[in-house]
């Protein structure tokens, strides 16, 4: 493995996913022992040619020798490049490079909502992406098709649910979003718009003890009994989930009783027809 000397990535501390690459990349040797730091720990001298705003929304590969930056897909395609030159090489190719980058950019304008970190008003400077509308919608529309397709597929496995169509369901999962905005038309269009990122990561993850448990069944068929305990169990997990979001967003509590309130009235819907 060639080590990419001299070279400094600037992470985000509160990203999960960026200190695993990151701490990925020096503990196979990419970069040498200091080729990661703490986004909120850049000298002065640096802020001089690193460009702040860019650096919280694109990861930045400092050349601490040259004093040069490149951000985003092209500074992972750097350090990667270094050890295996033909994977730079196809990155680098317009029509994929092209779609990492919008790739890049989706995953870390929405990072924030996948994974939440509190509020540090009190630092100086913070690794929090810029609000973009274009990806948080692109996430919100991806997110409510997922939920919908798993909530119908889902559905075929309790045979006393009245069965629905896919349409309902995609309905369903958008109409939460709706439902629970009501409660928020006080506060301003972002704060919204984050919490919804929030709620879909929370149908996501729902989505993904679903799945596991429609794959248990094809393996061994389970009870109606045990099927609709690990259906409640897993949304009592988005539950506790979407309380502790609530509380790092700074927003009512009472958001999480009317997303359950929200389920109860759709399940009497389906039930009964009320």
């Known amino acids: 493995m060639n080590t990419l000397n001299n070279h400094t990535l600037l992470y985000d501390t509160k990203c999960p996913l960026c200190n695993l690459y990151t701490s990925g990349f020096i503990s196979t040797k990419m970069l040498d022992v200091n080729g990661r730091k703490a986004f909120e720990k850049l000298t002065t001298e640096e802020r001089t040619f690193v460009d702040i705003e860019r650096a919280a929304n694109e990861i930045a590969l400092v050349d601490k020798e ?7 897909i092209d500074s992972l395609l750097k350090v990667i490049g270094n050890s295996y ?3 730079e090489r196809i990155g680098k190719v317009s029509f994929i490079h092209f779609g990492l980058t919008k790739l890049y950019s989706f ?5 924030k909502v996948i994974m939440p970190s509190e509020v540090q008003p009190t630092k100086e400077l ?5 609000f973009n509308l274009t990806y948080r919608l692109l996430f919100i529309l991806i997110s409510v098709f997922i939920t919908g397709y798993s909530l119908f597929s889902f559905s075929n496995l309790i045979s006393d649910l009245p069965k629905t169509s896919f349409q309902t369901e995609l309905f369903i999962a958008a109409a939460q979003i709706i439902f629970q905005s009501l409660f928020l038309l006080k506060k301003d269009a972002k704060t919204i ?3 919804a990122g929030n709620l879909m990561t929370i ?3 729902g989505c993904i003890g679903l799945f596991q448990l429609q794959l248990l069944n094809m393996i061994i068929p389970l009870s109606q009994t045990f099927i609709i305990i690990s259906f409640f169990g897993i949304v009592s997990l988005m539950f506790f989930e979407h309380k502790r979001r609530v509380k790092l967003l700074e927003l009512p509590s009472y958001l ?4 359950v309130l929200y389920r109860i009235i759709v399940l009497l819907v389906l039930l009964f027809g009320i």
Do not use: A, F
């Open 107 to 111: 995953v870390s304008y929405n990072r």
């Open 203 to 205: 149908s996501l993850i």
């Open 193 to 195: 718009m984050n919490y």
């Open 126 to 130: 913070t690794c929090v992406p810029s």
């Open 256 to 259: 999480s009783y009317t997303w």
């Open 66 to 72: 040259n004093k040069k930056v490149i951000y985003g």
């Open 85 to 87: 030159p033909m994977i």
